[in-house]
């Protein structure tokens, strides 16, 4: 039998990057992809109606994180001046120490740096038109109408990832 790879993780590397950049200290993977999920949860908590559609974590030697994240919307990311950020990495910074707590460990100093960048098309984005749809649906708009002005939307000339 042949042996079932996913087609992103042929392009990790070549194409695409991966999603969290780091290596373990002393053996602690666990612990460190524990600290990665919970950066997601709270970011896609906080900011989901941005229209996340990547979020990257890069780790420094210094216990520094920087986040990339990638939204449609980075003006509701950003907020007024600057406070979303602000407060974004506020929550991460209080959910890390929450979890240090948990964990019963010295809880160390760290720096949380995030940067967002603009979904240029947004049609172009699978993740994002499927974000969209589920939306609507849970507008209670009529699910004809989404279907329907969600695939026109992503079938302009420039893209091609519906297949339709």
Not at 40 to 53: F, L, M, N, Q, T
Not at 111 to 134: D, G, P, W
Request: charged share 30%.
């Amino acid at each position: 039998m042949g042996q079932k790879i996913q087609p992103f993780k042929y392009r990790l590397g070549i194409i695409n990057n991966w999603t969290s950049r780091w290596m373990p200290k002393n053996l602690n993977f666990k612990n460190q992809l524990e600290e990665d999920l919970v950066i997601r949860k709270i970011v896609e908590e906080k900011i989901g109606p941005a229209g996340i559609v990547k979020i990257e974590i890069e780790r420094g030697t210094d216990n520094s994180f920087k986040i990339f994240i990638k939204a449609a919307r980075p003006g509701l990311v950003i907020g007024r001046g600057g406070k979303g950020i602000e407060d974004l990495s506020k929550a991460v910074e209080a959910s890390l120490n929450k979890l240090f707590a948990k964990r019963k460990t010295k809880t160390p100093k760290f720096l949380v740096r995030l940067t967002v960048e603009e979904l240029r098309r947004s049609e172009t984005s699978a993740q994002y038109v499927a974000q969209s749809l589920a939306w609507d649906m849970e507008k209670r708009l009529p699910y004809r109408r989404t279907i329907r002005s969600g695939s026109t939307r992503s079938k302009n000339p420039p893209v091609r990832t519906l297949g339709w």
